[in-house]
């Protein structure tokens, strides 16, 4: 990565962006670097590490009260064993136990039934934030050649959602960084965009690829025989212009 620059009067400068100094990628794309969020980045990772060692120093001072124990279980019955015997003034220990159980089963089914609340409602939040990502993305509107349920049938496998965030993850499980603010998770677009890139079948799905020349698939071959877009699903559609092509998927009756 390199900055760039330009050259007024005989005088070398650095081009700028929106206060931003304007550095060349590798690969040839243009990144404004943002000092400021940078620094705070850092800021707020060094944070982060400083937090997780004082929690760690934490949880290491408090395993050392339990030094010397090498069976955990066995130690746990005994106190149980103990608090059975205070328990006997009151209640036969074998009552006491009952009772105890009475209560775990209860407690255990109404852990169940708010656990299935809890995943029914990350469920829905899950399809909001990703299902809504998918339907206002301006680079699906604006790159794409196919509607934004197939690209979220095709891509959507990729995206998280992490403490109310959108995250997208790449082919090989890593989370996709922001280019323009290091340190950062990208943004929805951003992260489809550099999904996008990766796509084998990319030209396919970009607009202005070129698919009617001389090279695009067709709906022939038995490839179409039969089949019509609206008794295909999202997936069924991705799939079909995955191996057939755009203008073969329109090609097929409605």
């Not at 990729?158 to 993850?169: L, T, W």
């Not at 489809?192 to 009617?212: A, M, N, T, V």
């Not at 559609?237 to 073969?248: L, N, R, S, T």
């Given at each position: 990565?390199?900055l760039?620059?330009?050259?007024v009067?005989?005088?070398v400068?650095?081009?700028?962006?929106?206060?931003?100094?304007?550095?060349?990628?590798?690969?040839?794309?243009?990144?404004?670097?943002?000092?400021?969020?940078?620094?705070?980045?850092?800021?707020?990772?060094?944070?982060?590490?400083?937090?997780?060692?004082?929690?760690?120093?934490?949880?290491?001072?408090?395993?050392?009260?339990?030094?010397?124990?090498?069976?955990?279980?066995?130690?746990?019955?005994?106190?149980?064993?103990?608090?059975?015997?205070?328990?006997?003034?009151?209640?036969?220990?074998?009552?006491?136990?009952?009772?105890?159980?009475?209560?775990?089963?209860?407690?255990?089914?109404?852990?169940a039934?708010e656990?299935?609340?809890?995943?029914?409602?990350?469920?829905?939040?899950?399809?909001?934030?990703?299902?809504?990502?998918?339907?206002?993305?301006?680079?699906?509107?604006?790159?794409?050649?196919?509607?934004?349920?197939?690209?979220?049938?095709?891509?959507?496998s990729?995206?998280?959602?992490?403490?109310?965030?959108?995250?997208?993850?790449d082919?090989?499980?890593?989370?996709?960084?922001?280019r323009?603010?290091?340190?950062?998770?990208?943004?929805?677009?951003?992260?489809?965009?550099?999904?996008?890139?990766?796509?084998?079948?990319?030209?396919?799905?970009?607009?202005?690829?070129?698919?009617?020349?001389?090279?695009?698939?067709?709906?022939?071959?038995?490839?179409?025989q039969?089949?019509?877009r609206?008794?295909?699903?999202s997936?069924?559609?991705?799939?079909?212009?995955?191996?057939?092509?755009?203008?073969?998927?329109?090609?097929?009756?409605?």
């Open positions: 990565m390199k760039k620059t330009v050259e009067d005989g005088k400068y650095a081009e700028v962006n929106d206060g931003k100094p304007v550095y060349v990628e590798d690969d040839g794309k243009e990144t404004a670097f943002d000092a400021v969020s940078t620094k705070a980045t850092i800021s707020r990772l060094f944070g982060e590490n400083k937090s997780y060692r004082e929690r760690a120093e934490s949880a290491e001072s408090k395993a050392k009260q339990f030094e010397g124990i090498e069976d955990p279980q066995a130690a746990r019955k005994a106190l149980e064993t103990v608090k059975n015997l205070d328990d006997k003034k009151l209640v036969d220990a074998g009552e006491v136990e009952k009772i105890k159980s009475e209560v775990g089963k209860v407690y255990e089914t109404k852990l039934e656990t299935e609340k809890r995943e029914k409602l990350e469920q829905q939040l899950h399809a909001e934030k990703i299902g809504g990502g998918f339907a206002r993305s301006k680079f699906i509107a604006d790159k794409l050649a196919i509607p934004s349920d197939l690209v979220q049938a095709r891509f959507g990729a995206f998280k959602v992490e403490d109310g965030d959108v995250i997208a993850y082919a090989n499980g890593n989370k996709i960084f922001s323009s603010n290091p340190g950062a998770a990208a943004g929805f677009d951003e992260a489809l965009e550099f999904l996008i890139e990766q796509y084998p079948q990319k030209d396919q799905i970009l607009k202005g690829s070129g698919q009617s020349g001389s090279g695009a698939k067709s709906g022939g071959g038995g490839g179409g039969g089949l019509k609206s008794e295909m699903d997936a069924a559609k991705a799939k079909y212009i995955e191996e057939h092509g755009q203008q073969a998927y329109l090609q097929l009756p409605k």
